[in-house]
Each structure stands twice: as C-alpha cells, then as structure tokens.
C-alpha cells in the first residue's frame, strides 16, 4: 500500500459524459501529479500541483482540469468524454522535488 | 525535458544478477536519477534514486556513472516477481523546477525466467 489512495478504482461512462477522479496523497505529500496510460501511449504526465497551485503541465487536454484542494486532496475532471478517453489514471505524490513519488492504484475509465 | 534512453527489453535467468542500463548525457547538475517499475496491474512503484554517489537500499543497488551520464540498476537476485517494466527517469531536485515531474519514457521490459 503505497498510502495513495484514488476512488473510484473502476469506472465506466458514456461518451459525452463528465467525471471526476479524486485523488488522497500520502500524509505530508505536499505534491499531487496526475498521469494518463493507454496501450498505445504509455505513461502520460498530465499536470502536477504543489500545496495548491499548479506546477506543471504535461499533455492535458483542454477538456480535462483539475484542482488541488486545502486539504492537498486531488480532483481531475473529465468532461466531454470520448471513446479515446478510455485509459487508466493514476495519482502519486510526493514531499518535495527531488523525492520519491508514491503511486496509486489507478483509476480505470471504460468510456462506452 | 532531460532524456534517458533504455533497451526495450532484457531477459534474466531467477536468482542471477540483473543489470538494467540507463544513458542520460544530457543530465544537468540538480537531476536526480529516479527509477521506477512497473508491475502488470498495478501503479508504478520507486525503486532507487541518486545523484552522485552509488545508492543501495532492499530492493536494488543504483551504480551512477562518474560524470553522470548513465546509470546502471543492479538487482542481485531477480525473482519473478521482479519482472515488470523499469523506468529510468531524470527529475529536477529544484521544487518547481523543469524537470520537478516525472516523465515517463517507453522502460526497459524485464523478463524473468524461471
């Protein structure tokens, strides 16, 4: 148990469709990113954040957005799903740059 | 993004030593070398990371070239449940930094034979 916990663990939606993905860092974690991986592309950055704020961003399409909270929990949104969409999400975190980053156990996205 | 380069794909015999190379050349001075694995199902998972100086810890040795431009991860004894995909990755130590994320490249794919 890697202590990242993201719900819910499997989920299945019709195209067009908006989702939100949570995410709960470790205890402490002051960073949150978030990764999309699909059979043909690999492990994806799509956005990191930092007690709050945005940090970096990767390959994150204009539909999606996320958000870290107060409370350093995470959300990414989905929104005008397409069947392309259909992947595995992960979330890690980590304390500081540099450390190392710890994993969740995915998010899987069926879009139907 | 710094990058790293790594064979697609390496076999290993149970209970022998694996060595998982890595070229980084383009490594600047705040990169830490991170590597990752990847186990069928399941998140990545941290393996070893350094700067400088060799690392060891329980689950593998990191040997990291004198002027930092590959790295080599050293399993002692591979088991089966070692075979998974490796991921050597550049990460900035600078909070924010260009390199803060962890960009993930195509890995090393371990096979484990038994």
């Known amino acids: 148990d890697s202590g990242v916990t993201q719900t819910p663990k499997h989920l299945i939606t019709a195209t067009g469709q908006r989702v939100t993905l949570r995410c709960s860092p470790r205890?402490?974690?002051?960073?949150v990113y978030w990764y999309q991986q699909s059979l043909d592309q690999g492990l994806q950055f799509l956005i990191q954040y930092y007690n709050g704020e945005e940090r970096a961003k990767g390959n994150i399409l204009e539909r999606f957005s996320a958000q870290q909270f107060p409370d350093l929990h995470s959300e990414l949104n989905l929104s005008s799903l397409e069947l392309g969409d259909s992947a595995l999400y992960f979330c890690?975190?980590?304390?500081?740059?540099?450390?190392?980053?710890?994993f969740g156990q995915g998010t899987r996205l069926t879009v139907v | 993004d710094a990058k790293t380069t790594q064979p697609n794909s390496m076999e290993s015999n149970e209970e022998e030593p694996v060595h998982l190379p890595c070229n980084h050349s383009t490594i600047s001075g705040t990169d830490y070398i991170h590597w990752y694995r990847q186990l069928p199902s399941q998140g990545p998972e941290y393996v070893i990371h350094g700067l400088t100086s060799n690392v060891n810890n329980r689950m593998a040795s990191l040997a990291i070239a004198e002027d930092r431009k590959s790295s080599t991860l050293i399993l002692h004894r591979a088991t089966l449940r070692d075979a998974a995909v490796y991921y050597c990755i550049l990460r900035d130590r600078v909070e924010g930094g260009a390199t803060n994320k962890l960009i993930f490249g195509t890995g090393t794919l371990l096979a484990v034979q038994p």
């Open positions: 890690a975190s980590s304390v500081r740059a540099g450390t190392e980053a710890f």
């Open positions: 205890s402490g974690d002051l960073s």
